[in-house]
């Protein structure tokens, strides 16, 4: 696995109440879900902070008045970039590994959901961060018959050492 090094803005979207607790102690609330696309951790949309406003609007279904982002610099020398072949090769090796470690601990386990994995992957291998460039969930195509989509990048934070030069940015619907 290659980890990198990574020194880059990124957008936290939040509401005004954690934005506030946020930036008065810089403590981060780990998400936590099985369905989590990249594990558990602090997650960031690298350089783009439209992406965290409407993921505020559309996935948390925050009011806009309510919904502030948090510019911060991640920076680590222990980054896992999984737009890279040789590490997308080794996730799919931790997923064979995953599976029968979950057939032999779990009875009757047969669904892998993607957090778990790469918590399981986490726990082996050590990171602070991770990244992958994703489609925006329902985007069709910009140009008609083209395999040209809007995307996005989301950064995984473990380590929250790595979320630096925190800044609080409004968004006012724009």
């Known amino acids: 696995m ?4 990574y020194n880059e803005i990124c957008y936290h979207g939040t509401t005004t109440s954690c934005a506030e ?14 369905s989590e696309w990249l594990g558990t951790g602090v997650y960031f949309f690298e350089k783009d902070l439209e992406q965290a406003f409407n993921f505020m609007k559309r ?11 948090i510019k911060a610099t991640i920076n680590t020398v222990k980054m896992i970039d999984l737009d890279m072949t040789e590490n997308i090769d080794l996730l799919l090796e931790f997923k064979s590994e995953f599976m029968s470690y979950l057939r032999s601990e779990v009875s009757g386990y047969h669904d892998i959901k993607i957090g778990k994995l790469m918590d399981f992957m986490h726990a082996i291998v050590s990171y602070d961060a991770i990244r992958k460039t994703y489609v ?6 910009l140009i008609k018959g083209t395999q040209l989509f809007r ?15 925190i800044e609080r940015v409004k968004c006012n619907g724009s």
């Not at 290659?2 to 090094?5: F, H, M, Q």
């Not at 996935?59 to 982002?69: M, Y």
């Not at 990048?153 to 790595?162: D, G, R, T």
């Open 151 to 165: 995307t996005q990048i989301q950064v995984c934070v473990k380590n929250h050492i790595c979320i630096t030069d």
């Open 136 to 141: 925006v969930p329902g985007c069709k195509p």
């Open 2 to 5: 290659s980890l990198e090094v």
């Open 59 to 69: 996935a948390r279904c925050a009011n806009e008045i309510d919904i502030e982002i």
């Open 21 to 34: 607790i946020i930036s008065a102690t810089n403590e981060w609330t780990d998400s936590k879900k099985d």
